[in-house]
């Protein structure tokens, strides 16, 4: 955990596949509002900030700087973006577009690229749930174009036309939001996830299930980074945002 100023600051990284709405999804948290139209594809690193306000005002310190880290989904910089951006940072959240089933897919790989470049042993070339035993950096969930899903969630895995959930029958059409239950991402890696589309901030104004568990998230980093010293970062003015390019 770095500071900056009198504030600490915690970092994020923001992983995905190119053009799942990563950018989108940062600026509507940082800002309050979406982005009026689609930002252009993020080549290295895209930065914003937001100032995290915690709710008990009895904590201390009670603000935070959340430092968004948006790595750039080329595969051409794969090899490049771990020694650049991998380093240091307090939590991740994974985006994926509803309307791109592979994009879901890709989150493990997303994940397994942080894990084995932070690992001391030598890992399977293949994610296996088993790299994740050791693994406690708080994940969160990100999943976006609900408008552009039709309803249909691509994160169903069912084959019939049907849904079995708690005894209730459910149309393979609804979203999944509607369920009292997690997707297999979700609960393999043990987090929290949210649905919203990036043009609209409907699904987050105060108090919704999207900002609680958003707020839930940061509580977690905030949690781990007080407990387990973590090599101070260096210093930076990063007030607005800032973009950070792979040569």
Wanted: hydrophobic letters at 35%.
């Amino acid at each position: 955990m770095g500071t900056n100023g009198d504030i600490p600051t915690l970092v994020v990284l923001v992983l995905g596949d190119s053009s799942v709405g990563k950018t989108s999804f940062v600026h509507m948290v940082c800002h309050d509002q979406p982005l009026s139209t689609p930002p252009p594809v993020t080549v290295g690193c895209h930065i914003e900030i937001k100032l995290y306000e915690r709710r008990d005002r009895h904590h201390n310190p009670n603000l935070y700087f959340i430092e968004f880290h948006d790595v750039g989904g080329s595969v051409q910089h794969k090899n490049s973006r771990s020694s650049m951006f991998y380093d240091e940072f307090n939590g991740i959240i994974l985006v994926s577009d509803l309307t791109s089933h592979q994009s879901y897919d890709n989150l493990k790989e997303w994940l397994y690229e942080v894990i084995r470049y932070r690992s001391r042993q030598k890992l399977p070339t293949e994610f296996t749930p088993d790299v994740l035993q050791n693994f406690d950096i708080p994940i969160l969930l990100v999943h976006t174009k609900l408008d552009e899903s039709n309803g249909v969630s691509l994160l169903d895995n069912s084959k019939s036309p049907n849904v079995m959930n708690n005894n209730h029958t459910s149309s393979s059409s609804s979203l999944l939001p509607n369920f009292n239950r997690k997707s297999v991402l979700a609960n393999l890696f043990n987090c929290d996830e949210i649905f919203i589309n990036c043009y609209s901030n409907k699904r987050f104004s105060v108090d919704t299930p999207n900002v609680t568990k958003l707020n839930s998230f940061f509580e977690k980093m905030i949690k781990k980074a007080s407990v387990e010293p973590v090599e101070q970062l260096p210093q930076f003015e990063w007030f607005t945002s800032e973009n950070h390019y792979i040569h």
